[in-house]
């Protein structure tokens, strides 16, 4: 099956895809190169490495990307390949990685790789965004966030954590953000 997507332009012209100035051209995805590069992504024990990720093509970077936004897509795959994005400080990516983090139909562990690749990948710059989904309906999206501050950016995190606490109800996503306070 293949599909058309306007990722290549995103990837390889970060700037025509933040300022969307203008729709890309429909690419064909090969959906046996999909294959190939989803079977890769949960072969590889622990963390995806930079450099795997930095080494694909164009084409294969749409395909990752790809593998991060499709729902269809395995859950192992999706949540490797969002974190995988990480490595491609791009505002393309961080577009994806807001949208994967904050959409309230995604799967709960996607929107928390989604909040860990930000902050690994974008630090400080994603700090806000991080923010906003400690006010996610979702606890373990809450959770993934009150994390994913200390990563970004832990000298601002302890300020943000200590107002999500005052207002936290989960218990689980108490005990975490205690657990960062403390240290």
């Known amino acids: 099956m293949i599909r058309s997507l306007l990722l290549v332009v995103c990837l390889t012209c970060p700037a025509i895809a933040a300022a969307q100035l203008a729709p890309a051209p429909a690419?064909?995805?090969?959906?046996?190169?999909?294959?190939?590069?989803?079977?890769?992504?949960?072969?590889?024990?622990?963390?995806?490495?930079?450099?795997?990720?930095?080494?694909l093509g164009a084409a294969?970077?749409?395909?990752?990307?790809?593998l991060a936004e499709d729902p269809a897509r395995a859950l192992?795959?999706?949540?490797r390949a969002v974190?995988?994005?990480?490595?491609?400080?791009?505002?393309?990516?961080?577009?994806?990685?807001e949208r994967r983090a904050s959409d309230p139909s995604?799967?709960?562990i996607v929107s928390r790789y989604a909040?860990?690749?930000?902050?690994?990948?974008?630090g400080e710059e994603a700090f806000d965004a991080i923010v906003a989904r400690l006010g996610d309906?979702?606890?373990?999206?809450?959770?993934g966030a009150a994390e994913a501050l200390v990563l970004a950016d832990p000298a601002r995190a302890?300020?943000?954590?200590?107002?999500?606490?005052a207002v936290e109800t989960s218990p689980f996503v108490r005990r975490t953000i205690e657990r960062l306070l403390a240290g």
Not at 83 to 97: M, Y
Not at 115 to 122: K, P
Not at 137 to 143: M, P, T
């Open 27 to 55: 690419v064909a995805i090969d959906e046996v190169r999909a294959a190939a590069i989803a079977r890769q992504l949960v072969r590889i024990e622990g963390e995806v490495p930079a450099t795997w990720v930095r080494g």
């Open 60 to 66: 294969d970077r749409a395909i990752l990307f790809l």
């Open 76 to 79: 192992v795959v999706r949540r």
């Open 83 to 97: 974190l995988a994005l990480r490595h491609l400080a791009e505002p393309a990516v961080r577009a994806l990685l």
């Open 106 to 108: 995604e799967d709960a």
């Open 115 to 122: 909040l860990r690749a930000l902050a690994l990948g974008f």
């Open 137 to 143: 309906a979702r606890a373990h999206v809450r959770e």
């Open 158 to 165: 302890r300020a943000a954590l200590e107002g999500a606490l």
